[in-house]
Nanobody
Framework: VQLQASGGGLVQAGGSLRLSCAGSGRSFSSFAMGWFRQAPGKEREFVAAISSGGGVTNYADSVKGRFTISRDYAKNTLYLQMNSLKPEDTAVYYC????????????RGQGTLVTVSS
């Protein structure tokens, strides 16, 4: 079972990126999924989550209105559309699945680095 994140890169402030997280080894359709990030020297931070059915989403205040989480059940893939990026969004982003608590999830993928230049 694996979660593979991709789509990170270097972007100027105000730009956009779309992260993807492809699941393999099993279907994640029955689980809530989410995104976390960790900037250098900082603690892990919750970014966004989406319910198993896709009808309920939750965002950190710091990204609300700029980021959109979505999922494609046919592709077993989670997305994070990031618009109006700021230098403070610079971090390693990783996806998670099967929420136990807000900060505890069963599965976690490897991260993808997002760097926003000013």
């Amino acid at each position: 079972v694996q979660l593979q994140a991709s789509g990170g890169g270097l972007v100027q402030a105000g730009g956009s990126l779309r992260l993807s997280c492809a699941g393999s080894g099993r279907s994640f359709s029955s689980f809530a999924m989410g995104w976390f990030r960790q900037a250098p020297g900082k603690e892990r931070e919750f970014v966004a989550a989406i319910s198993s059915g896709g009808g309920v989403t939750n965002y950190a205040d710091s990204v609300k209105g700029r980021f959109t989480i979505s999922r494609d059940y046919a592709k077993n893939t989670l997305y994070l559309q990031m618009n109006s990026l700021k230098p403070e969004d610079t971090a390693v982003y990783y996806c998670v699945a099967d929420q136990r608590t807000k900060m505890t999830w069963t599965w976690r993928g490897q991260g993808t680095l997002v760097t926003v230049s000013s």
